[in-house]
């Protein structure tokens, strides 16, 4: 099944630095785009309320298939929040197989089987994962989960596993000094409680070894902020009349989560200390995972009617179900949506016409500015504002000349089924 889109753009292209950097002015690639199509209209009226920033990347090939970046920005701005939800389960998982990797005992492997303790305050074992093939919780089965739908749950044994000490202090190593993950999803815990994170122990499948994490409480000290939004929130069934505080919240840039997803797609492009501390074997785990759909996996199975083809697929797709992929298109990326925030970081390829980008976008969609009233506008803005801008580009992204047409073997994936 082909892909058919229809938008024209008319407009000149000015390019931005090969890295994104939120104190440069925007330049007018993406202004142009979204300020000359009716379907950015509604958007481009209501453009400060609904806190858009975006990030375009062109992928340019030499004659050795080397790739080099050149990002255009729209409204990319540190001082202007959003929630990343489900997006800080990207960089999460990715520490996650560097900490295995840095224990060093030889039996132990994203498959070993991993079971969680409990040692404190609302924390709970975990000692068999029903989904995976061998009911054998692993750091695998989890990344799975966590790129495939999104699973709260596997997400947060993963932040157990590795404390809230080492995910910041490893972020910040790389370079993202601002990146603050201070709690679980999908759970209302304290800070103190996400302080604490469960004691581990890791079993080969005969019982022979066994490698034990103590409970880890953290004592980080992250700057303190001030992210007030709204007018009110719910709480408890009734409606508080003050800014919502988002300020002990997840923070995450932008710039930030495009970047690391390039690091995990293009290793080579950065230097060996900038990089996540991952196997070859890890970055071929990755790159499935993040690009495989619910409907291919084998373990976990999902009910393809909740789970389909497109699910987690913003750009490109937004919210739309009863649409088949392309299995020559593929999106390796990690969406979040939660309080009226919508975010997708995201590489796409198109094997047929030989295509790459990569593009990140975030948008709110709150119009009365109460949170946790579940009246939000992800259906009617929001989804369809992914929708639109993931096919602006692919469409741009056909008729750009390009000097070297990209080999795109290494995305090229044998998928579960």
């Not at 604490?196 to 022979?208: A, E, Q, S, V």
């Not at 007018?231 to 690391?260: A, E, T, V, W």
């Not at 997708?344 to 949170?371: C, G, R």
Request: with cysteine; proline share 4%; glycine share 2%.
């Amino acid at each position: 099944m082909q892909l058919y889109f229809t938008f024209i753009l008319t407009i000149s292209l000015s390019y931005a630095m090969a890295q994104t950097n939120p104190n440069q002015k925007d330049d007018h690639f993406l202004d142009s785009l979204l300020s000359n199509n009716v379907l950015f209209k509604e958007v481009m009226e209501n453009k400060d309320a609904h806190r858009i920033q975006i990030i375009y990347t062109e992928i340019n090939r030499d004659a050795k298939n080397r790739p080099s970046f050149k990002s255009h920005t729209y409204n990319l701005n540190h001082n202007l929040y959003f929630y990343p939800a489900s997006t800080a389960k990207m960089p999460t998982a990715f520490l996650a197989l560097q900490k295995l990797n840095e224990i060093k005992a030889p039996w132990i492997n994203k498959n070993t089987p991993m079971q969680t303790d409990s040692a404190w305050s609302k924390q709970y074992k975990v000692t068999i994962d029903s989904s995976a093939e061998d009911l054998n919780p692993s750091i695998a089965h989890y990344i799975k989960k966590v790129f495939m739908v999104s699973d709260n749950e596997a997400n947060n044994r993963l932040y157990e596993f590795l404390g809230q000490e080492y995910l910041n202090n490893n972020l910040a190593k790389l370079g993202y000094k601002d990146a603050q993950i201070l709690h679980r999803l999908g759970v209302s815990y304290t800070d103190d409680a996400n302080r604490h994170t469960n004691p581990i122990r890791f079993t080969d499948k005969n019982k022979k070894f066994s490698f034990y994490q103590p409970e880890q409480i953290s004592k980080l000290n992250y700057i303190k902020r001030n992210d007030l939004l709204g007018k009110g929130y719910i709480k408890n069934d009734s409606l508080i009349k003050k800014p919502f505080d988002f300020s002990i919240k997840n923070r995450l840039y932008l710039d930030d989560l495009n970047d690391m997803l390039l690091r995990v797609i293009f290793p080579e492009t950065y230097p060996t200390n900038k990089r996540f501390k991952l196997t070859k074997n890890d970055y071929q785990f990755l790159l499935k995972y993040m690009s495989q759909m619910p409907t291919e996996s084998t373990f976990p199975t999902y009910d393809t009617a909740e789970y389909y083809d497109t699910y987690c697929k913003f750009l490109l797709y937004g919210n739309e179900k009863n649409v088949s992929i392309p299995k020559t298109i593929r999106i390796f990326n990690k969406i979040g949506v939660a309080y009226g925030f919508i975010t997708d970081i995201a590489y796409i390829v198109d094997f047929e016409h030989k295509i790459e980008f990569a593009l990140s976008a975030t948008i709110y969609v709150n119009k009365d500015e109460i949170f946790n009233d579940d009246r939000y506008e992800y259906e009617t803005v929001g989804w369809p504002f992914m929708k639109n801008l993931g096919r602006a580009i692919y469409e741009y992204e056909l008729t750009r000349e390009q000097k070297f047409k990209p080999d795109l073997k290494k995305f090229e994936i044998k998928y579960d089924k």
